[in-house]
């Protein structure tokens, strides 16, 4: 989806050295899959291929439904159980009436976990904001977790941390530019509930549903069943519940990081394997000259992930921006293969 990208905050292009054959078909993305109750009536859809333990489980990153694990997904499949999910409210999942904070859809993930059921303990690969949610998930769940591969992942303080190079001027630029992306969800999401972004007739409504800006070439029907899904209400409310939750006020830190600051993620001597981008995209509103310094607290920010573990490794890809599951998906594979061997034989 078009706000995919939030996180880094760059495009990634469409360099996929994945074949056709390793490609999950787009027609698996156009209906629901397997949809789980979590909560009462309400579901999270799931989509699982292959067999043998431990079993991963694919995170997407924030506003980001499970076609992003595309061209993955099959190729992990080929060794062992791959799942990816819809967080509430994206993709073909309900609506969940709380916010998609990092709490509440570590909440959601456990339950699908145990109603699925994905047994435990799994391989947990996040990308973006789905690697805090999977530090949080570690510290709240270790025993579900056999090990990790956390792709461009979150961290808390994230946008504080990025900020700190710059020139006073410019020290909220990455939060405003938060803000102002807050503000855009909203004004869809109230066209959304007008019904207006079913056949746009304003540039307003046509700049919600115009999926051209996605992270990677889509064929016909992913574009269609992206530009649906920008239609619906509670796509534009997970969006933007889950960009509200990383996003700081003044200075007072965002809802995930309070969350994260609450707890203490170590992954033991589980294996980890954390993923950054070896092309440097920066964030909005950072000025050229200080391109390389926020890279470089990007970067030092996965170390640190990385260290949670006494295995763990943080690896830059080269040729790969923000989504390395596009660019280079077949460094993925082999990250997350490295890591379901250390679980199989720890």
């Known amino acids: 989806m078009r706000h995919a990208l939030r996180l880094a905050l ?30 009462g009536a309400r579901r999270l859809n799931l989509y699982c291929v292959g067999s043998g333990n431990p079993t991963v489980v694919l995170d997407a990153g924030s506003g980001n439904a499970m076609a992003t694990w595309r061209h993955v997904q099959e190729e992990i499949g080929t060794t062992t159980r791959a799942c990816a999910y819809d967080r509430a409210g994206l993709g073909f999942s309900d609506a969940a009436e ?34 805090a949610i999977g530090l ?15 792709i461009e992942p979150a961290f808390a303080g994230q946008v504080a941390t990025l900020q700190a190079p710059l020139p006073p001027d410019r020290r909220d630029a990455i939060a405003r530019s938060f803000r102002r992306s807050i503000a855009f969800d909203a004004a869809c999401l109230a066209l959304a509930r007008q019904g207006a972004l079913v056949s746009p007739a ?27 899904l920008q239609t619906l209400p509670r796509v534009w409310e997970a969006q933007q519940s889950e960009l509200a939750s990383f996003t700081p006020e003044g200075d007072e830190p965002d809802v995930n ?24 995209e920066g964030a909005p509103g950072v000025p050229p000259a200080y391109l390389p310094k926020v890279e470089a607290a990007w ?23 923000h989504y390395i ?6 460094a993925v594979v082999a990250a997350v293969r490295r890591v379901v061997e250390a679980a199989r034989s720890p």
């Open 202 to 228: 304003t540039d307003e409504a046509r700049a919600c549903v115009d999926v051209s800006g996605n992270p990677d070439t889509l064929d016909d029907i992913l574009r269609q069943v992206n530009a649906h």
């Open 98 to 131: 709380r916010p998609s904070d990092l709490r509440n859809i570590v909440d959601d993930l456990h339950r699908l976990v145990e109603a699925a059921p994905i047994a435990t303990p799994f391989v947990y690969v996040g990308h973006s904001l789905a690697g």
């Open 299 to 321: 970067r030092a920010g996965h170390d640190r992930i990385a260290a949670l573990s006494s295995r763990g490794v943080n690896t830059i890809i080269p040729g790969a921006r």
């Open 257 to 280: 990081t309070r969350e994260l600051d609450a707890v203490h993620p170590s992954f033991g001597d589980k294996p980890l394997v954390v993923l950054s981008r070896g092309v440097e």
């Open 10 to 39: 760059g495009i990634a292009l469409a360099t996929s050295a994945a074949s056709a054959g390793s490609t999950t078909p787009s027609a698996v993305y156009a209906t629901p899959q397997h949809l789980v109750a979590v909560d």
């Open 136 to 150: 949080l998930y570690v510290a709240t769940y270790p025993e579900d977790i056999a090990g990790a591969v956390l």
């Open 325 to 330: 599951q596009i660019d280079r998906p077949e």
